[in-house]
């Protein structure tokens, strides 16, 4: 049976420490872009503050990690690409982007309901001297393409060859782990196979707090979101916009 | 056949037409963007055997625990190590992007003399002479490593002295010390077993005591449930990463926490919510209630609820006594889930001052954090691996460059305020830049007698097995007494397991305090950043600082 990897990601748990946006980055090979500002930075995994809108002692705060979210059904992204730099992956299910498709056309950002994609404005470049603590398992992409999360795809690959030096064709569960939830301190971010209902990461999705943004368009999207506060839940209802601080809102 | 020219033109048109339904020019377009957007100079990461190693983080004195992978010899990426006791898995921001400080544009690489370039062999002289004509102060940031007894015994045969700056968790831990006489080194917090934490300020959800420690608890007892098993009750003026996800944020005003535990002691004694009797705090509810701008309802509801799910401690983010006496009054000194005694042999350390004078020179250590710059007329040597910008710091006489990150061996002593005592070995994975040198690396060449730290490590070791106590969590845990030799315990401490010392000490531990005592705080607001030891920040670190928003000052935030 073909595999559906996906999130669940509990906000009860998010402390908004950031630990997921520096593993990601540092896994995926981001550069450290000194003049990016919050439109123009590429944040794979971007963790935003949303509030209850209400001042004074009676104010609460919650931090929502974004990501691609992986959408299972007419994938916006991959309908309006026109060099077919976008595919969902029909044994994992994973959206994947291949930057040597692309133009840089940018449409798959303006069609992202999630704005969860990012342009790759400057060449990738490092202090000299610092390509040394490159992972060496994922490309360098190049300036003028957009990119996303893949769910940290090159350690989808490592868990098969290692699987496959062992004689498997089924992965270990536990070979593969995106960056992010392996980082996180708190374990608010849980990876697993949403089509295996016996899945802890299945079951929780099922949970009644479990929650999908943005749920109306109807994308089915693959990352969950849980929350036993009633105004986070919210945020994500048809007719809401994400409170989001001011600045940290992409374009 | 004659070619006319109109033969020329149908030819090319067709031509023309032909090739635009082959893939040759929509290849050659492709390929001219690949290329033009592939530049010789875009980094490529380097292939070689990847390997995993353990070892710890030495950014800050907790030392979490860390796998490295390493391709072609150099460290490409870290995580965290689950079997870790302290560290239960987790690393700060900062420490899933510190394989990458090495190359930090600001990197130390050459000796700077009051700006102009000098040598080592001028270091060397210009120490060596300091030392035969007055006393020498040695200031070390991690004290009770290997490289710590070398500075303390270089200290003693100069005639100098050996000083400590504590982190924020020691600090706080202070009062304590001044009471019982316990050194506030041999002091912890037993978070694990306490139901209530009261936090004035202290940030323990945004790395207090280690980012994994207090957040993994957390987690698994408090997060997302009404009621929870541990209740995080915190007061902050802001409403800080910590704040937004206690179960309860009470919002006094910054610098009143002093006048907030008097009023709590207040209540706890009025009410006879604790068994204690004294210390009286001097303050009534209505002063309380004017200092903290919280009304005296809520201030009697906060004691009330403090002691509704014992056992409660309360915890301050600096060296406040009031909130210290609050613990004496709570019964949370020498208690599970207080303040307990983590060990019988830890020493007692002088705190380095602001004014260093009667010194001769003043030998900063690399683990000194930047923002500690003591006002001396002695000359100064300061061991750092990057450049402190416009920090106080940098105005040293001598700036040496010291290695970096994972680029020497070291050892690592008990993080601030952990309830337990341990021991780790951190082997250096990385080469470090030629030129050079730690304080203890000097300091032995100055002093050949001195004990390398490699040496002082392997005797520890030798301590540990002849103690034959305590355990080490590794990929198993072994106790201590199972094993053969000190051989073996050094080959399992260099592998990355952590010895843990797992004897009770917290009994024999009590404060005598006679009256409340008095405090006065200004009113400030803590602000994120903490004060962090390096100087400069991992460059991954602008994904926090200037694309997310998730680290900004106290300022643009609404309280």
């Known amino acids: 049976m073909n595999a559906r990897y996906g999130m669940v990601i509990d906000l009860d748990r998010c402390t908004g420490c950031g630990a997921c946006m520096v593993a990601c980055a540092a896994e995926n090979n981001v550069p450290p872009v000194t003049q990016a500002s919050p439109r123009t930075g590429l944040t794979p995994m971007l963790v935003r503050r949303v509030s209850n809108r209400v001042e004074g002692g009676a104010r609460r705060e919650a931090f929502i990690p974004m990501t691609c979210m992986q959408c299972e059904h007419e994938t916006p992204c991959v309908s309006v690409c026109p060099q077919q730099a976008v595919e969902v992956d029909d044994a994992t299910g994973i959206v994947m982007q291949m930057p040597q498709r692309c133009l840089g056309c940018r449409y798959c950002m303006t069609a992202c309901p999630y704005h969860a994609r990012y342009f790759n404005w400057w060449d990738p470049v490092w202090p000299a001297g610092m390509e040394k603590s490159l992972n060496p398992g994922v490309a360098v992409r190049m300036r003028g393409v957009v990119e996303k999360c893949n769910l940290c795809h090159a350690r989808l690959h490592s868990a098969k060859e290692k699987a496959a030096a062992a004689g498997k064709k089924e992965i270990d569960a536990a070979d593969y782990i995106p960056a992010c939830a392996e980082a996180c301190p708190t374990g608010a971010i849980r990876f697993g196979n949403l089509a295996d209902h016996d899945d802890p990461v299945a079951r929780e999705a099922r949970s009644p707090n479990a929650f999908r943004l943005l749920a109306r368009l109807g994308t089915e999207p693959k990352v969950y979101y849980k929350s036993t506060e009633a105004w986070v839940r919210s945020l994500a209802e048809p007719g809401e916009s994400l409170n989001l601080h001011s600045e940290v809102k992409h374009g | ?559």
């Open chain 2, 1 to 559: 056949m004659k070619v006319t020219r109109r033969d020329l033109l149908k030819f090319g048109g067709a031509a023309t037409a032909g090739l635009l339904v082959t893939p040759v020019p929509w290849k050659l377009l492709d390929d001219v963007s690949i290329w033009t957007q592939n530049w010789p100079w875009i980094p490529q990461p380097a292939r070689g055997p990847v390997e995993v190693k353990q070892s710890f983080c030495t950014l800050c004195p907790h030392g979490c625990a860390m796998r490295v992978r390493m391709s072609a010899g150099w460290p490409v990426g870290v995580a965290g190590v689950s079997s870790n006791p302290i560290s239960r898995g987790a690393l700060c921001p900062l420490g899933f992007g510190a394989h990458q400080l090495n190359w930090h544009p600001q990197r130390l690489r050459a000796l700077r003399r009051r700006g102009s370039s000098s040598s080592w062999e001028e270091a060397r002289a210009a120490f060596a002479k300091a030392c035969g004509e007055g006393p020498v102060v040695i200031v070390d940031g991690q004290p009770g490593r290997a490289a710590s007894s070398l500075f303390a015994t270089f200290a003693q045969k100069r005639a100098g002295s050996y000083r400590v700056v504590l982190s924020r968790e020691t600090e706080a831990l202070t009062p304590y010390e001044a009471w019982s006489g316990v050194p506030a080194f041999a002091l912890g917090y037993d978070l694990e077993n306490a139901q209530t934490i009261v936090s004035f300020g202290a940030p323990l959800l945004d790395g207090w005591a280690g980012p994994g420690r207090f957040a993994r608890l957390w987690a698994e007892r408090a997060a997302g449930v009404p009621d929870p098993q541990l209740r995080l009750i915190q007061v902050e003026s802001l409403l800080s990463r910590t704040a937004a996800r206690a179960w309860r944020w009470v919002p006094a005003q910054a610098g009143s926490e002093a006048a907030l535990a008097a009023g709590l002691a207040r209540v706890l004694l009025d009410e006879h919510l604790v068994a204690e009797r004294e210390p009286a705090a001097p303050l009534i509810l209505v002063e309380v209630a004017e200092r903290t701008g919280l009304s005296m309802e809520a201030i009697s509801d906060l004691a009330r609820t403090m002691v509704a799910r014992p056992p409660v401690v309360a915890i301050a983010a600096d060296n406040n006594p009031a909130i210290a006496a609050l613990n004496v009054l709570l019964g949370a000194v020498g208690a599970r889930g207080g303040i307990v005694k983590k060990s019988k042999r830890a020493d007692r350390y002088v705190p380095a001052e602001a004014e260093i004078n009667s010194a001769r020179a003043v030998l900063i250590d690399s683990t000194v954090p930047w923002d500690f710059a003591p006002h001396t007329s002695a000359e100064v040597f300061r061991f750092a691996a990057w450049d402190g910008g416009s920090s106080p710091g940098s105005q040293a006489d001598w700036l040496l460059p010291a290695p970096g990150f994972l680029e020497e061996l070291t050892d690592v002593p008990a993080a601030p305020g952990s309830a337990m005592e341990t021991y780790g070995v951190a082997p250096g994975l990385a080469k470090a830049p030629p030129g050079v040198e730690s304080a203890a690396q000097f300091l032995g060449s100055i002093d050949p007698a001195l004990m390398t730290v490699e040496k002082t490590i392997h005797s520890r070791c030798d301590d540990l097995f002849h103690g034959r106590a305590g355990t080490l969590c590794g990929q198993q845990s072994i106790p201590v007494a199972k094993l053969a030799s000190a051989q073996q315990v050094e080959e399992q401490l260099w592998k990355g397991a952590v010895w843990v010392d797992d004897s009770q000490h917290g009994n024999d531990f009590r404060c005598e305090l006679q009256e409340w005592p008095v405090t006065v705080r200004s009113a400030q607001a803590v602000q994120w950043p903490q004060p962090w030891p390096a100087p400069v920040l991992p460059p991954l670190a602008s994904k926090l600082y200037q694309e997310s928003g998730l680290r900004e000052t106290a300022e643009g935030r609404n309280a």
